[in-house]
Nanobody
Framework: QVQLVESGGGSVQAGGSLRLSCEAS????????MGWFRQAPGKERDWVAS????????AYADSLKGRFTISQDNAKNTVYLQMNSLKEDDTAEYYC????????????????????WGQGTQVTVSS
């Protein structure tokens, strides 16, 4: 079992930045792919970014490359999502997720269905 607790959401003006944190507890952290999803009102939950906690390999949704950065602090069992140049379209509930590692990569593993979800943290970007 893995427990995921997100923090760092909030309200920010367009062009601003936020950093989300996701602390994992329970099973050994470096067994998993970790990542972030987001869900805007009335829309599906979309994959945002992922990281292989063993190798550090990262992947991003194409539309977010250059603005979002996923990183990790293995000593703290924590994954971060740094979000810069935020836009109103980034407004959503952001969810941390953990999934089993796969030879097809962490993106595939998480998009196929994470094993664990966090409770979500709201990000609101206003003009």
């Amino acid at each position: 079992q893995v427990q995921l607790v997100e923090s760092g959401g909030g309200s920010v003006q367009a062009g601003g930045s936020l950093r989300l944190s996701c602390e994992a507890s329970g099973s050994p952290y470096n067994r998993y792919c970790m990542g972030w999803f987001r869900q805007a009102p009335g829309k599906e939950r979309d994959w945002v970014a992922s990281i292989n906690t063993d190798t550090g390999s990262q992947a991003y949704a194409d539309s977010l490359k250059g603005r979002f950065t996923i990183s990790q602090d293995n000593a703290k069992n924590t994954v971060y999502l740094q979000m810069n140049s935020l836009k109103e379209d980034d407004t959503a509930e952001y969810y941390c997720a953990a999934g089993s590692r796969s030879y097809r990569g962490c993106r595939h593993s998480l998009e196929s269905g994470p094993n664990y979800w966090g409770q979500g943290t709201q990000v609101t970007v206003s003009s």
